[in-house]
């Protein structure tokens, strides 16, 4: 029951903050962990939220994107083969992903794109503006299993971790720039690993400051990108289930 009223709260809360999360999409990275299927396909996905305009113009322009929903649908097929590409390149350059002890997973060839008709129609399906979904697919291991993440020290933005299990309410982890998380794909999750470099002491309250704001600001946005799942989700299914 507790578990419950704490859910209830917290979609709540969700829900009064959607409109500030969704205004710093620039800030940071989103993946989703989907382990919701895991134990009947033998699969898991991992979805990679990517802000496009950020990948052919400059940041400024890019910040007003968030607020135009017709960006995507305004690119041509020959313009979203190239964000596609770019998009590949982005994220193999900031994230690596490792199953137990096995050899990196080949991002570049493994992601998977919508095509050009579904990423245009992305923001009716409840995505939010200029952004676009990449998909990686996985076969799940047998016993626990673990999932590395790792994250680039100089991707520029920390990243949002939202770790999907069934029955349960998604879970976020935040990891910072230079650091990974190591995910138990069957049981608790590990919080991420390998500390941020301590700052100079004449430096650490100002950097405090501004870290706890990225922080909140970056939680607020995976409280809107749960809201949009969960939204989705329920609009896929039918008016009897």
Known sequence: ?????????????????????????????????????????????LVFTIHAPELVV????????????????????????????LGRKYLTGR???????????????????????????????????????????????EGPGRLRLDHAADSGKRLLLVIDRPGAFPEVLDVAPGTHA?????????????PEVASHPDTAPARTRILTVTIVLAVLSAMGLILTRLRRSSRGKSPGS
């Open 1 to 45: 029951m507790k578990a419950y009223w704490r859910g209830l709260l917290l979609w709540g809360l969700v829900t009064s903050l959607l409109p500030h999360a969704r205004a710093h999409q620039e800030l940071h990275h989103n993946i989703e962990l989907d382990l919701r299927q895991m134990e009947k396909t033998g699969s898991l996905e």
């Open 58 to 85: 400059g940041l400024e322009e890019a910040a007003s994107a968030l607020y135009n929903s017709d960006w995507l649908a305004q690119q041509s097929d020959q313009e979203l083969n190239q964000l596609m590409t």
């Open 95 to 141: 994230f690596t992903v490792q199953m137990e002890e096995r050899e990196p997973v080949d991002l570049a060839s493994r992601l998977t794109f919508e095509d050009a008709d579904a990423i245009r129609s992305g923001g009716t399906r409840g995505l939010s503006p200029g952004c676009l979904e990449a998909s990686l697919v996985l076969s799940a291991p």
């Open 182 to 194: 190591v995910v138990a794909l069957r049981g608790k999750i590990d919080a991420p690993i390998v």
